[in-house]
């Protein structure tokens, strides 16, 4: 079983920059590590994700401009840069609760367990 908590959510401006961070409890070392977004009215959809392996994936709306990593505190984050608009959504961390991940993809469908969300709010 992994919780999380997240913080550091909020308000920026377009252009800005904002980091959000995950604490997590419970063995994540040889889990995938996920950030996933949700806008008002729109599906869930995948952002980044970190492999055990260090490996990270981005969706083509964020590559670039985000940045997934963790810490050895168990830490995920999620460092956003030179935001828009586009960007506003509900952000998600999770963990796969297979303890045996080495790849990933968004649409895969592996199990996971979730944070319960934090709000970015990006105004023009």
């Known amino acids: 079983q992994v919780q999380f908590r997240e913080s550091g959510g909020g308000s920026a401006q377009s252009g800005g920059s904002l980091t959000l961070s995950c604490q997590a409890s419970?063995?994540?070392?040889?889990?995938?590590m996920y950030w996933f977004r949700q806008a008002p009215g729109q599906e869930r959809e995948g952002v980044a994700i970190?492999?055990?392996?260090?490996?990270t994936k981005y969706a083509d709306s964020v590559q670039g401009r985000f940045s997934i990593s963790r810490d050895n505190k168990n830490i995920l984050y999620l460092q956003m840069n030179s935001l828009k608009p586009e960007d506003t959504a509900m952000y998600y961390c999770?963990?796969?609760?297979?303890?045996?991940?080495?790849?990933?993809?968004?649409?895969?469908?592996?199990?996971?367990?979730w944070g319960q969300g934090i709000q970015v709010t990006v105004s023009s």
């Open positions: 999770a963990a796969s609760q297979s303890f045996k991940c080495t790849s990933d993809t968004f649409s895969s469908g592996l199990e996971k367990y």
């Open positions: 970190l492999e055990p392996g260090a490996n």
């Open positions: 419970g063995y994540t070392a040889t889990r995938c």
